[in-house]
């Protein structure tokens, strides 16, 4: 069975600082993909990046990027320069053929 | 292009009742995807179709439950003698059937189901 943890549940930061979202996950798959969801409070689900495992390359998407460390099923989001509407529950998720496997979610605030 | 929307967003039934949700998906994706989302949970998958075909389904998905894409377009989610339990916000999601971004899923609001 393939699981997905998010070891952090809250995390805060300062505006314009950055923070680090901790994943880690366990899949027998040799290829798959690996995403980071933003949920804003009582709104839809975002795509934030996504990872392809056979890429050793770390994604970047303007403030965000990823740390991916395949050996040790590691995925770790960074946000840089932290504004306030990045204050969301962040899901990591991991493919399992098409159906995607989530995290339980890390609240992340944003402070003035 | 306008997202992916559901109906209704919000659904509040008493025990027993049947239920029904609805999805429109994005209008180029072939792919049809349910989720359910507890408090303080993420999303947890229930069931996958490619246009009409429904392809996966969770062992979430107890007899109670049915889904239907009928002509590979919208779908719909039916709760046949609601619980408590499935007090739940259901989620669905979209993606291309090819292409590097066939992965990539794509959200609708949700609908917020209480059972009373």
């Known amino acids: 069975a393939q699981t997905v943890t998010q070891s952090q549940p809250e995390m805060s930061v300062q505006e314009a600082e950055t923070v680090t979202l901790s994943c880690t996950y366990d899949?027998?798959?040799?290829?798959?993909?690996l995403f980071w969801y933003k949920q804003p409070p009582s709104r839809q689900m975002i795509l934030v990046i996504r990872?392809?495992?056979?890429?050793?390359q770390n994604a970047t998407e303007n403030r965000f990027s990823v740390n991916f460390q395949k050996a040790a099923k590691s995925f770790s989001l960074k946000i840089s320069d932290s504004q306030l509407g990045d204050a969301a529950m962040y899901f990591c998720?991991?493919?399992?053929?098409?159906?995607?496997?989530f995290g339980k979610g890390t609240s992340l605030l944003v402070t003035p | 292009d306008t997202g992916v929307s559901q109906n209704p967003r919000h659904k509040i039934t008493k025990r027993g009742q049947n239920v029904t949700f609805r999805c429109d998906p994005i209008?180029?994706?072939?792919?049809l995807y349910w989720y359910r989302q507890t408090l303080g949970q993420g999303p947890e998958f229930l069931t996958y179709?490619?246009?009409?075909?429904?392809?996966?389904k969770s062992r979430l998905l107890s007899d109670r439950f049915s889904a239907e894409r009928p002509k590979g377009s919208f779908s719909t989610l039916e709760i046949q003698r609601t619980e408590q339990g499935d007090s739940a916000m259901y989620l669905c999601?979209?993606?291309?059937?090819?292409?590097?971004?066939?992965?990539?899923?794509?959200f609708g609001p949700g609908t917020r189901l209480t059972v009373t």
């Open positions: 899949t027998s798959e040799s290829d798959y993909y």
């Open positions: 209008s180029e994706h072939n792919r």
């Open positions: 990872q392809e495992a056979y890429k050793q």
């Open positions: 999601a979209s993606s291309l059937e090819e292409g590097p971004t066939s992965y990539e899923q794509y």
């Open positions: 179709f490619q246009n009409e075909a429904q392809l996966e």
């Open positions: 998720a991991v493919n399992s053929g098409y159906a995607l496997n």
